[in-house]
């Protein structure tokens, strides 16, 4: 499309100068969008909200907030009863957090459902799995800077995992806590490499978006758009789309913020920092507790490598497999509407992460849901196990051997006929 | 000048030794970049001050037969146990390959009544139980680890559970008979 003539002389001025106008007209109104997204494809715009308000809250907080093992946890305690509206920014900010993670991962499942991985989307995906390793380490790190026994514990635990590694182990976790124990120089760092992270994030986000807006946007039907028919513009038809999202979302964040603003929380982490007592049961945050079962559940040695540097290879094995997926999945079919049997295997693979997320959060010796004899880490085993196996066998195996359905011919095609046949 | 006429005239411009010269640029300006890393990455590592504190004395004269004490060192604690007879017996009488980490126990003592370790779990860093009095001290009568069930023996050595090592062995001298210096 050419580009814009711009009537107001200030505008035209600027956007001769630095064409930041045209590009934002380019992105909104030119931008051709399939005109069949459906609610699923809200969560990216959603996530970007997430991401500026944790940044706002974020810088409020430091306003108050003192990196000190001696100070931190009496000024979060200040900030939620002296500050003004403290406790408001303080709650936005713990629980954005999680809703940053219930938003980024229905945006991954959604991926992962409609075959948004494939090419030409690989760079996009890419993109999106170290954000969401980016979102990991800031979410870990700013758990640290209460300094309450959980962050304390949850540091000391998370930290230790890299003296599983041989030789190296144990100087690299001495550099990453500046000392003999997670202690004032490790709160230090966590302080500032918080503060930075979330503008590495993003960083990453304009390179999604920039990926994003050269391949254009995936559709339920997994279809490219191939003529002008099937696509509409950005705006006003998805701002519409995504503001009203937004609405929804926002009465589930406030629900929490403003009713249960602990609920996702733990309890032990009002409870100050104590090198001396570990706290009975150390549980990572619930975003957390699907990876956390992964490393827990290698519990026995394979080829002479230990337990422990196994946990922690399948741990971050989880997630770097994420990378390989758009060669794993033989299927040319993207969406998996149009894929009856890999759909099943989908709904099972999101099952199985919730039965991690479950066994993350219970003691490895206890009954799974209750049922006698069937023990967490058992579970645990089992589930990892279908983690790995979904991505390295059924995702190729189904995609060679599945027989697809029919493709509509276009977008539009597809929208006329849903709309003839409801 | 002269050169762009040298070149685009009869004679072929020397593309290897043009190639040499940026690879040799590249990897001195490389080695720069890394040494200019290098005291940023460092300064990440115990500072003075923390290395400094690095060392700790504890009076042991009113530490009774078969208690134990937790000391901070280097801000993890030190289990120092006086041990009974016994807890000594006990921590003998194991066949050594029996042991996850064998190690007698006389190479992890310097006096036998003093059991001295660092109180750190070997799994993942948790602070195992069993030095005061009344908490659970494991199915090997020494300590025992609530994150993820490891049992230290009475010589702070693995017996069962995810913990890969023996609870470490600090360096310590004894300054008199009731007086230990850590570190």
Known sequence: ?422 | MSQTVHSSGTEKPDENRRDFLTLATTAVGAVGVGCALLPFVDSMNPSKDVLALASVEVNLSNIAVGQAVKVMWRGKPVFIRHRTDREINEANEVALNELVDPQADDARVEKKEWLIVVGVCTHLGCIPMGTATGEARGDYDGWYCPCHGSHYDTSGRIRRGPAPKNLEVPTYTFLTDTSVRIG
Request: hydrophobic share 50%; with cysteine.
């Open chain 1, 1 to 422: 499309m050419s580009a814009p003539v711009w009537n107001n002389k200030v505008v035209k001025w600027v956007d001769d100068r630095l064409p930041v106008i045209s590009m934002l007209h380019h992105s909104a109104y030119e931008y051709p969008t399939p005109k069949n997204l459906s609610y699923m494809w809200n969560f990216g715009s959603l996530a970007g909200f997430v991401l500026v308000t944790m940044i706002l809250s974020g810088i409020f907080l430091v306003m108050n907030y003192t990196p000190h093992t001696s100070m931190a946890f009496e000024s979060v305690e200040r900030i939620m009863r002296d500050v003004n509206y403290g406790w408001l920014i303080r709650y936005i900010h713990m629980n954005g957090a999680s809703m940053f993670f219930i938003v980024v991962f229905l945006h991954m499942f959604r991926g992962l459902y409609y075959g948004s991985y494939k090419a030409p989307r690989e760079m996009l995906w890419w993109i999106g799995i170290l954000i969401l390793l980016a979102m990991m380490a800031t979410a870990f790190m700013g758990y640290v800077l209460p300094w309450g026994q959980m962050s304390f514990w949850g540091a000391t635990v998370i930290t230790n995992l890299f003296s599983a590694f041989p030789i190296i182990g144990d100087p690299l976790v001495t550099w990453l806590w500046g000392g003999f124990s997670v202690d004032n120089p490790t709160l230090n760092r966590f302080f500032s490499l918080h503060y930075l992270m979330p503008f590495v994030i993003l960083g990453l986000v304009v390179l999604h978006v920039w990926a994003l807006h050269s391949v254009r946007s995936n559709n339920p039907t997994g279809v490219e758009i191939k003529t002008p028919q099937d696509s509409i513009p950005f705006h006003p038809y998805y701002t519409i789309k995504d503001l009203f999202g937004l609405g929804v979302f926002l009465i589930f964040f406030c629900a929490f913020v403003f009713f249960a603003p602990d609920y996702l929380g733990h309890p032990d982490n009002y409870i100050p920092a104590n090198p001396l007592v570990t706290p009975p049961h150390i549980v990572p945050e619930w975003y957390f507790l699907p990876f956390y079962a992964i490393l827990r559940s290698i519990d026995f040695t394979i080829f002479g490598i230990p337990a422990k540097l196994l946990g922690v290879l399948a741990m971050f094995a989880s997630i770097v497999i994420l990378f390989v997926i758009p060669w794993l999945d033989t299927s040319k079919v993207r969406s998996s509407k149009f894929r009856p049997v890999y759909k099943w295997f989908f709904w099972l693979f999101v099952i199985d992460t919730f039965i991690l997320g479950y066994c993350g959060a219970k003691a490895p010796d206890d009954d799974f849901m209750g049922i006698p004899g069937l023990r967490v880490i058992v579970m645990g085993q089992l589930s990892t196990l279908y983690y790995f196996a979904h991505f390295l066998v059924v995702m190729p195996l189904v995609g060679k051997m599945e027989r697809t359905k029919p493709l509509p011919v276009s977008i539009s095609e597809s929208v006329l006929k849903e709309g003839a046949n409801a």
